[in-house]
């Protein structure tokens, strides 16, 4: 999933509000900035320019109307060209990128399968902005990235919920994620979720394309993988059988 301009606030605010856990971060995913809104407007020709600032007279007028995220600024730390650069302006350190597909990644590696064991418990963050919808094993997608974690780290899952059709191989239910993550010792700081215009709403709210944005502590490091229960049955046939 690309970082879309209009979801940025939501990004800096999670990023802003963490104070520890940053001398060393997995980011699963390589995630590019390309667009001229985000860059400065100095390293932009002049219709780039031009363009550049329609928008953002465009965007300030949708944000009043409701139809865009109220905060219409863009952070200084997101003024890069990757996500990478991005981290480092908020004060990361050590940051290692994992990705199949961009062989020029950090780690090179197909998330269907067991990480090697030398990536156990070496990270104090890990970050995915959206790629493990594109994973088709999930499971072990999860149970990789989970593994990465040094006990007392921070997970930030930014994953679609609802809609993004034909974009990756899933979008998840909000009760999967969240209980896969208590069941795997972790415990959930933050639940936001967004439109894909970085309007924040509630996870029922009728909204074509929503993400959610998960960010969680590693409070009880598992020894293995705990795939969640959808607990709402057990309730059911508690109900039935009295």
Not at 3 to 27: C, E, F, M, Y
Not at 67 to 87: K, N, W
Not at 198 to 217: F, K, L, S
Request: aromatic letters at 10%.
């Amino acid at each position: 999933m690309s970082i879309l301009r209009n979801q940025i606030p939501i990004h800096a605010d999670i990023l802003s509000g963490l104070t520890d856990n940053k001398n060393s971060v997995l980011v699963f995913g390589d995630h590019k900035i390309k667009h001229c809104r985000i860059r400065p407007l100095e390293t932009c020709g002049i219709a780039e320019r031009t363009r550049a600032l329609l928008g953002r007279m465009r965007y300030k007028i949708l944000a009043l109307a409701g139809l865009r995220h109220p905060d219409t600024r863009i952070p200084s730390q997101f003024m890069a060209e990757d996500f990478r650069s991005v981290l480092a302006n908020y004060g990361f350190s050590n940051i290692k990128i994992l990705d199949f597909f961009d062989k020029s990644a950090d780690i090179v590696h197909d998330m269907n399968l067991p990480l090697p064991a030398q990536y156990e418990a070496a990270f104090e963050t890990v970050i995915d902005m959206g790629t493990s919808e594109h994973v088709f094993d999930v499971r072990q997608c999860f149970a990789n990235l989970f593994s990465l974690l040094k006990p007392g780290g921070t997970i930030i899952l930014n994953l679609p919920c609802k809609g993004y059709y034909l974009h990756g191989l899933y979008t998840f239910s909000p009760e999967l994620i969240t209980e896969m993550l208590v069941c795997n010792g972790f415990e959930i700081i933050r639940e936001i979720y967004g439109t894909e215009a970085g309007v924040i709403v509630d996870r029922n709210q009728d909204a074509p394309d929503i993400m959610m944005w998960m960010v969680a502590r590693l409070t009880a490091k598992r020894d293995t993988f705990v795939s969640p229960q959808q607990a709402k049955w057990a309730d059911v046939y508690r109900q039935q059988n009295g």
